[in-house]
């Protein structure tokens, strides 16, 4: 069974910093991967759907990598700003289908005025 | 822009109440999906639907049940509420995945809140 981590748990940084959050799986046969934005007590928002053909997918300041062979996903947010403090998740198909779907635990992202 | 809709944000009900909670997605997407989310547990699949009538066990159905009577919606139902079904609720839906490229982006409704005393 694919398992998807997300190190660290919780992050703090001031504005205007530029991050990296990380995501792992165990099976690097996927086809492609999702990034997600939480806010408290809402649903999952819709970053970046990066396929694994792709290496990188970009939006605005956000920029999702995926390396398959090594089971690893980047997610970098340039010049961080307070609104973007939420929980950011990821998560894999289960299969060729992708009618199941693995999610991280997510990272809690704080971005200090 | 896909919408999907959930029939309650927050729900409080009595230990052995039956419960329905509703999706509706505007998208004509196949695939249709039920979560929990729980603290430190993440989320956790409980059914899917690939299809009107077609149904698969997630990986926490005990306690479950759902109906797709319609392609736009999905219900999950709770025969008998107990303590900890007390949790976030959060449906997804997604296009069926094509032969020659997989799609599978979801979009997730806003929650529902349940608390079960």
Redesign the interface.
């Known amino acids: 069974k694919q398992e998807v981590t997300q190190i660290p748990a919780a992050l703090s940084v001031p504005e205007g910093e530029n991050l990296v959050l990380n995501c792992s799986f165990t099976d690097s046969a996927i086809?492609?991967l999702?990034w997600?934005r939480q806010d408290p007590?809402?649903?999952?928002?819709?970053l970046l759907?990066i396929?694994s053909s792709q290496r990188e997918q970009t939006s605005g300041r956000l920029n999702a990598s995926l390396d398959k062979s090594s089971g690893r996903s980047t997610l970098y947010i340039a010049a961080s700003q307070p609104g973007d403090s939420a929980t950011y998740?990821c998560?894999v198909?289960a299969g060729?289908?992708?009618?199941?779907?693995y999610?991280?635990?997510?990272t809690s992202l704080t971005v200090i005025p | 822009d896909v919408k999907v809709t959930q029939s309650s944000r927050y729900l409080v009900k009595r230990t052995g109440e039956k419960v329905f909670l509703e999706c509706v997605q505007d998208m004509d997407h196949e695939n249709m999906f039920w979560y929990r989310q729980d603290p430190g547990l993440g989320l956790r699949l409980i059914y899917f639907s690939y299809d009107v009538k077609m149904k698969e066990k997630g990986d926490i159905p005990e306690g479950y049940s759902v109906s797709r009577e319609k392609k736009e919606r999905f219900s999950l139902i709770l025969e008998s509420a107990s303590t900890n079904q007390t949790s976030m609720y959060l449906c997804a839906s997604s296009l069926a995945s094509l032969a020659v490229a997989p799609t599978g982006e979801q979009y997730f409704g806003p929650g529902t809140r349940l608390t079960v005393t």
């Open positions: 086809y492609n999702q997600f007590g809402k649903g999952l928002t819709s759907l396929q998740l998560a198909p060729y289908t992708g009618n199941q779907f999610f991280g635990t997510g």
